[in-house]
């Protein structure tokens, strides 16, 4: 019966793939049935479970689990040579799952309507239409980086413990929320992640572990960018698991946010992406545009380049290669490279809207 049952769940692999390719030409069944339906009760339940326990459950999970595997693998690695039907049929059974679990509590978000369809925005943008969003980011950020007290000249840390940002990012959700209802945020979930240096060195800021409800921020990374990858980190919990989407929410989130530092914080994140992409789209713009920002702000960005640089490492390249398989494979087509496409969400949603 046992062999049966790992038979079964095997043949469910493929199936459950070909349902998920189906249910992509369905998106508003999605929203509504799971992403607005079952969904919220779900990621709920799960911050409500975990969210209270000071340390990142999912860091131990991942820690577990990866154990797990190892000894599995070190008890059943002959029968690669004397059972192989059976030795990937069993683990083609643990795959479906994974995949079904994974699917059920987190990953039919993929297919959701895009976030520009939801919001009423357009999805394509003119260069004088960036140059246009830009100088008037250029302008605010610089304003906001002397409001708070500097020099155009120095760089600005935060005055916050990073246990205190967490409590504010839960704010800039609350005042987010009133405009719009979709993107409340209750309870709260998020910790630094345990395995910070780790996930320094495969050069990421941080994740959300579905299996918990988790968002899971990097200890390590430089205060300005603290506050916006918390909000990233929070978007998907809430369920918007497309990169450009969670990073615009982001800007969002730290944009309405009452306190002016953290405010500052997403105007200068939205800008960083503006002019790297004006700098691919008009070079000549781009380098009359980029001495109009405060030397302080420039400062760090260059900052941040620098703490990545440090760690780069080969590893890093293979993490990035897996994880733009996996966006692509979620319904992402241009995989890592969508993260850039969070451009288009400011310059459309900020051409009528003031800064």
Request: charged share 20%; hydrophobic share 40%.
């Amino acid at each position: 019966m046992q062999k049966r049952s790992r038979l079964i769940l095997a043949l469910l692999l493929p199936i459950q793939y070909l349902i998920l390719l189906l249910l992509r030409n369905f998106p508003e069944f999605v929203e509504r049935y799971y992403s607005q339906g079952i969904y919220p009760f779900l990621s709920a339940l799960l911050r409500y479970v975990f969210g209270w326990i000071p340390f990142s459950v999912g860091d131990v999970f991942y820690l577990l689990l990866g154990v797990l595997i190892l000894r599995w693998l070190y008890q059943n690695y002959k029968r690669l040579w004397k059972e192989p039907t059976r030795f990937f049929i069993d683990i083609a059974a643990a795959l479906s799952v994974i995949y079904f679990t994974f699917n059920m509590i987190w990953g039919l978000n993929y297919l959701r309507p895009p976030l520009y369809q939801t919001l009423g925005l357009d999805s394509t943008y003119t260069t004088e239409e960036l140059i246009q969003t830009t100088e008037r980011l250029i302008q605010k950020s610089n304003e906001l980086h002397r409001a708070l007290g500097y020099a155009d000249s120095t760089k600005i840390d935060l005055p916050y413990s990073q246990n205190e940002i967490f409590k504010k990012s839960k704010e800039g959700y609350s005042n987010l929320e009133k405009e719009f209802p979709s993107l409340h945020y209750a309870p709260s979930s998020i910790k630094k992640s345990g395995w910070s240096l780790g996930l320094t060195y495969m050069g990421y800021s941080g994740y959300y572990n579905p299996l918990t409800g988790e968002a899971q921020v990097n200890r390590l990374i430089k205060s300005y960018k603290f506050p916006v990858v918390s909000c990233h980190e929070q978007a998907h919990q809430i369920g918007y698991a497309a990169e450009n989407e969670a990073n615009f929410i982001a800007t969002l989130a730290t944009l309405y946010n009452k306190d002016p530092y953290i405010q500052y914080t997403g105007y200068i994140f939205a800008l960083r992406y503006c002019i790297n992409e004006l700098a691919r789209r008009d070079e000549t713009a781009y380098e009359t545009i980029l001495p109009t920002v405060n030397f302080g702000i420039l400062e760090s960005y260059r900052e941040m380049r620098e703490f990545w640089a440090s760690y780069e490492n080969p590893f890093e390249d293979f993490s990035k290669i897996f994880w733009d398989q996996f966006l692509k494979a979620n319904n992402q087509s241009k995989g890592i490279q969508s993260y850039s496409y969070m451009v288009a969400l400011v310059v459309n949603y900020f051409e009528d809207r003031p800064i």
